[in-house]
């Protein structure tokens, strides 16, 4: 379950204190697929960073699977993103000097969590249709194998919650289906939490939850 | 890459394939701390063997003062590198009693002058000098050649006119002695034919002495020296010493050396101290600029350390990563330097070393064991500065935010 509390954020500009959210209230139940959407800087990306556990909030909880993250220290936080969070970005986020596969396991290595790292994410790979692909670097893949190496980095850790913020927004339409298409079917085959930021409002019509963010606020 | 390496192992790798993907600017990284690294090991090992040259060399000058008793007879030399051979002696505490300033170094000695010591020809008139090794700064610096450890009891050093070999025996007044060493040619007489020993082991004579000249020399007295060879504190006059030392002692004659010595050595000195202090500045500089050069490449990858903190990075690990690409590359730096520096040293050993030698100066290289010392120092300094110019952005980078880093702030 995730769940958020009068979530806010408020970011120092020379202009003065800007509101990115205002006190957002929701609450995800365990294995569903929802949907935040809204229109440029609504604050949606901000609120999937909050809750993901990478920017923090200026007031507010945000508590996954009954964790209140932003109670946690630093470290603890970390441990617990490596562990129970997946993330897919908005942009190509791979180590360009890592092989698909080491970018794959890269989250249980860093974690300490090394032995049997490799072999679990070249599974991965090969389930995400990789297995050819296991030693190329980024540069050698294509836009969409590089996103499918992501998600396969963010599946690793078999986390129960997996955010993608905007994953497909530099893809063509056809990889866009392909991407879209993996991560319903890992939310289906694995009952993963998956929260998807999005504008396209027909991604977000195959949502089970649509979280509609407006100016900051949550638009009932 | 073995699984169970931990992260250690992949933030090392990551840190060393990081630099490889930048290689003209980590290039141009390592080639400026070698260069910087270069330049300060040379210098230092150059200007530490040019200060241990210049002091030998200043020793050499001789003292700056010589304090003998008032009876004694005296011959000015223009080098004051032993007392005068004279039985009108001094208390062996006289400068110890009171604290007088503008002196830097004082060398008791004891000279005995006589023609029953057994050593050289029959009858041959010999000067005992008895010194202190530890306060001595006109009689070793003169050595030409010596054996391979500190002189002691039972050893003499002997005038570049006697010809015995080095480490043969001598006979002094029925005592055997080992020639500890040889000293170069000096041009004053009491030098040139003297036989040099350790104060105590002249003393030791004593007994045989007293029985075969008959009486105890005043100078063999344990508390009598022959005189004292001063040197001056830098900045101190001949003058004010001297009128110093003759207010406080009323039964000493002060004799000066040549007064233009004394201002040659206290300006070099000021010199050599200006040097090492632009050695400094440069090795400052190097550090200013490596840390504004790593704030440049933390910066450019905010993303990346922001994407490996979203991803479970801890801190500590964003920080050493960073830390450990600048200590990769301004170590391989300090390592090149040396290199480059010990180049340098060969340089200047093959032309100017090769010059003043030629010249009859003498330059005294550092000790091997002193150079490997300045070399580890050198290349230890340069990952310091690594460390140095990276921590701070280091440290800021792992205390932001990653969704900041990510969004290229922070």
Not at chain 1, 4 to 10: F, Q, R, V
Not at chain 2, 155 to 173: K, Y
Not at chain 2, 360 to 373: H, I, K, S, T, Y
Request: charged share 20%.
């Amino acid at each position: 379950m995730l769940v958020c509390e009068a979530l806010s954020k408020t970011y120092p500009t020379d202009r003065g204190p800007v509101a990115a959210l205002r006190g957002i209230d929701l609450e995800v139940k365990s294995g569903r697929y929802a949907a935040i959407i809204g229109r440029s800087g609504s604050g949606k990306s901000s609120l999937m960073a909050m809750i993901g556990g990478l920017s923090r909030p200026s007031g507010g909880r945000v508590l996954v699977a009954g964790t209140d993250l932003w109670a946690l220290g630093s470290d603890a936080r970390a441990r617990f993103r490596a562990r129970h969070i997946g993330y897919v970005f908005q942009f190509a986020s791979l180590l360009p000097t890592l092989r698909a596969l080491d970018n794959a396991a890269l989250p249980l290595l860093l974690d300490g969590r090394g032995r049997g790292a490799r072999a679990r994410a070249a599974a991965l790979l090969e389930e995400l249709g990789l297995g050819a692909h296991l030693d190329a670097f980024p540069s050698e893949l294509s836009a969409g194998e590089q996103r499918r190496v992501v998600i396969a980095r963010a599946l690793v850790s078999d986390p129960g919650l997996l955010l993608a913020d905007e994953p497909t927004s530099d893809l063509d339409a056809q990889t866009e289906r392909e991407i879209m298409g993996l991560l319903a079917r890992v939310h289906r085959t694995r009952g993963t939490t998956l929260l998807l930021v999005t504008h396209s409002l027909a991604l977000a019509a195959e949502a089970e939850q649509i979280i509609q963010v407006a100016d900051g606020t949550l638009v009932p | 890459m073995d699984d169970a390496r931990g992260p250690r192992f992949l933030l090392a790798r990551l840190a060393l394939q990081n630099l490889g993907r930048r290689r003209i600017r980590t290039a141009l990284l390592v080639a400026a701390v070698a260069l910087s690294c270069a330049i300060a090991f040379a210098g230092a090992v150059v200007m530490r063997s040019i200060e241990t040259s210049m002091s030998v060399g200043f020793s050499r000058l001789g003292a700056d003062l010589m304090v003998v008793s008032r009876d004694a007879l005296t011959h000015l030399t223009a080098a004051l590198l032993t007392v005068e051979p004279t039985d009108s002696t001094l208390p062996a505490d006289l400068l110890a009693s009171e604290s007088l300033p503008g002196i830097a170094r004082a060398a008791p000695q004891r000279v005995l002058r006589t023609s029953l010591s057994g050593a050289g020809g029959a009858g041959e008139s010999v000067d005992l000098i008895g010194f202190d090794p530890s306060t001595d700064f006109t009689v070793q610096p003169w050595l030409a050649e010596r054996l391979p450890r500190a002189i002691g009891a039972g050893d003499v050093i002997v005038g570049s006119a006697r010809t015995v070999p080095l480490g043969s025996e001598l006979v002094i007044f029925g005592a055997p002695f080992r020639v500890y060493g040889k000293l170069s040619s000096t041009g004053v007489g009491t030098h040139e034919r003297g036989i040099f020993l350790t104060s105590q082991s002249l003393l030791g004579l004593s007994r045989a002495i007293s029985e075969r000249t008959g009486s105890l020399p005043p100078m063999l007295r344990p508390d009598r020296v022959s005189g004292f060879l001063l040197e001056l504190a830098s900045g101190a006059r001949e003058l004010q010493v001297r009128f110093s030392l003759l207010s406080h002692f009323a039964e000493i004659k002060v004799v000066a050396g040549a007064s233009l010595l004394t201002g040659i050595r206290q300006g070099l000195s000021a010199l050599m101290g200006g040097a090492v202090a632009l050695v400094a500045l440069m090795f400052g500089a190097t550090a200013v600029m490596v840390g504004v050069l790593f704030s440049a490449i933390v910066s450019e990858r905010r993303v990346e350390l922001g994407l490996l903190q979203a991803i479970g990075a801890r801190r500590r690990q964003i920080v050493g990563l960073t830390l450990l690409e600048a200590v990769l590359a301004t170590g391989a730096g300090g390592l090149l330097g040396v290199a480059g520096g010990a180049l340098l040293l060969r340089l200047f050993e093959r032309s100017l070393v090769f010059h003043l030698t030629q010249m009859g100066v003498p330059f005294l290289w550092l000790e091997r064991v002193d150079m490997a010392l300045a070399a580890a120092a050198c290349v230890v300094a340069a990952a310091l500065v690594g460390i140095a110019g990276a921590l701070f952005p280091a440290i800021r980078a792992s205390r932001s935010d990653p969704y900041d880093l990510i969004r290229g702030e922070g």
